[in-house]
Each structure stands twice: as C-alpha cells, then as structure tokens.
C-alpha cells in the first residue's frame, strides 16, 4: 500500500477526473475505517471526539494547516469536545486521491 501521508495534493487541473468506485474502495482501504464514505454526496467523513473544547479546537488548527500545506480544503463542523471533518474535491464533483491524502494526514494526528 502507498503511504498517503508522504504524498501531495495536486492541483484540481493536474488530476484530470474524479475516482470510480472501484478507485474509492481500493482508497478507503488505505485511510482509518473510521471514515465513511456517503455515496450519494461523493464525500468521506470522519467523526472525532475529545476531552474539551480546547483539544478539539488544537486539532482544527492542526488539520488547518494540513489544509494549507496541501491546498485542500475540508468541511469541518466543531462542537465542544467533537468535531466532523468532511471530504470530497468540489472541482471536480467527486472523490480524488487529494482527498485521501489529507483524510491519511489527519489520522496521523490521532
């Protein structure tokens, strides 16, 4: 299996096309089962829970700046001690590899 997390998102242009769904399930393979992918909204999403607000929060500014490294944006919904953090390449109206990368980076926060 590729370690996602060594790799880099690519521009939406560079990609070319969204995944199949052969491609998405060799790729949800290679993520924490703890993502869902929600076929009918082209996403995956990952539910976190934490002690306090102020972790849940550290983790946010973290996965922010994966998103800013990466130049890939997540949806991200922050409660008090959980948050949703949501998936898919807009652009293209589907799942790419660049979701998958980032989906792999931030379960290396974890």
Not at 72 to 85: F, G, K, L, Q, T
């Amino acid at each position: 299996m590729t370690d996602l997390t060594k790799k880099t998102c690519q521009a939406c242009e560079g990609i070319g096309k969204k995944y199949t769904q052969s491609e998405i399930t060799a790729h949800m393979k290679m993520i924490d089962k703890a993502w869902h992918h929600d076929k009918s909204q082209q996403h995956i999403r990952r539910h976190f829970h934490f002690k306090n607000h102020f972790e849940v929060m550290a983790f946010v500014n973290a996965v922010a700046w994966i998103s800013h490294r990466d130049d890939h944006h997540p949806s991200i919904v922050v409660n008090y001690a959980d948050c949703e953090i949501t998936y898919s390449t807009h652009a293209l109206g589907g799942l790419t590899e660049n979701d998958f990368i980032c989906a792999s980076k931030v379960d290396a926060l974890t």
